[in-house]
């Protein structure tokens, strides 16, 4: 009785055992497999923002180039008035005209004479703004006035245009040797502007091409950077862990572009279910290994337990022939090898009956 509770309790043992050792394999896999998809998804995360990088740099590489071309386009005109204070309309056409035609996004060309526009090439279309004094317009003045005290060209706006659209104008103060011998001084003059249609420039940049990969917005409006009003796209783009890129404007302004995936940014890498299905078949494998094993191990344990009783009724079946042998008087020697015989079947066939049980 006392060895079959110690049998009873060394197989709980063994199950007790076999259970905590597969929910630790359980947690080995899981914990492997967490840690592999972190690494996959960091990994994938990563190689979605180098693509919007590249993507988005050569959108930024196209616009400064954009901007650059246009704007600064027609800064030989600033050497023409400034030697020739005197400039007639004819003459200032003619030289617009020329550079009218080598650009695709120049709306018009204006030249104020101290803050009044004075000419304005086209002419056509843009009567209207012929005679405006900047002093007394409060949406253009800042951006005027900032670009005469730093004596550099400054990019204004977006803005509604007088002329109507949307447009970016880029200001060149203009400024003169005084009249005055012997003196290095330069005097104010006036103002070289460009108007560039925006809308024309974004689509040519690649902004508003509908199977673009990505979701783009800009601020920065007056050149601000960072610090300027958004004037193109959702302002909570900026919310979304865009990459961010700067956008030189000339004279040392700058845009501040954002970028993300057209469908935002995927947390998970599709690649993870390729991990987990080798996560499963790799615990499957281990399970079925440890199974294996584990019924060996206990077919061993039966046979050398089987083994170990056979070898005590044999030898509990000799004792009890040592004690026949012994007896006086009532047994003769010549029945003893009967008895002997006798008693050895019966233990066998007790041990085959017990097996076949």
Not at 81 to 101: G, H, L, S
Not at 338 to 349: A, D, K, P, Q, Y
Request: glycine share 8%; charged share 25%.
């Amino acid at each position: 009785m006392q060895w079959n509770m110690s049998t009873a309790n060394h197989r709980f043992k063994e199950q007790y055992l076999f259970i905590a050792a597969m929910l630790l394999l359980i947690l080995l896999i899981m914990a492997g497999l967490l840690v592999v998809e972190w690494a996959e998804n960091k990994r994938f995360l990563e190689t979605q923002r180098q693509s919007v990088v590249e993507k988005a740099s050569t959108i930024r590489v196209r616009l400064e180039a954009l901007l650059n071309t246009d704007l600064l386009l027609a800064q030989s005109l600033i050497i023409e008035v400034a030697t020739n204070k005197d400039i007639t309309q004819d003459r200032f056409y003619k030289i617009a005209d020329y550079f009218m035609e080598a650009s695709h996004h120049i709306r018009n060309i204006g030249l104020a004479k101290g803050t009044v526009l004075t000419y304005v090439y086209p002419e056509k279309g843009n009567e209207k703004a012929i005679g405006l004094d900047y002093k007394k317009i409060p949406s253009q003045w800042p951006a005027v006035q900032r670009t005469i005290e730093g004596r550099k060209t400054v990019v204004a706006g977006p803005l509604n245009l007088v002329q109507g659209g949307i447009g970016i104008i880029g200001r060149t103060p203009i400024f003169v040797d005084t009249d005055n011998a012997g003196s290095e001084t330069e005097e104010y003059f006036g103002l070289l502007s460009e108007v560039v249609d925006l809308p024309s420039m974004l689509e040519t940049a690649g902004l508003d091409n509908k199977e673009s990969p990505l979701k783009i917005s800009i601020r920065g409006k007056d050149g601000l950077g960072a610090e300027g009003e958004v004037f193109y796209g959702p302002e909570e783009l900026f919310t979304k862990e865009p990459v961010l890129m700067k956008v030189t404007l000339p004279g040392g302004g700058s845009w501040l572009m954002a970028s993300v995936p057209v469908n935002g940014w995927e947390a998970k890498s599709p690649y993870n279910i390729n991990y987990r299905i080798i996560a499963m078949v790799v615990g499957l494998i281990i399970l079925f290994m440890f199974c294996n094993q584990q019924r060996e191990m206990t077919r061993r344990k039966n046979a050398e337990k089987a083994r170990e009783e056979l070898i005590m009724e044999l030898q509990k079946a000799l004792s009890e022939v040592k004690q026949l042998s012994g007896l006086g008087g009532g047994i003769q020697p010549r029945h003893l090898p009967g008895m002997r015989e006798e008693t050895l079947s019966r233990v066998f066939r007790e041990r085959t009956c017990r097996r076949g049980g």
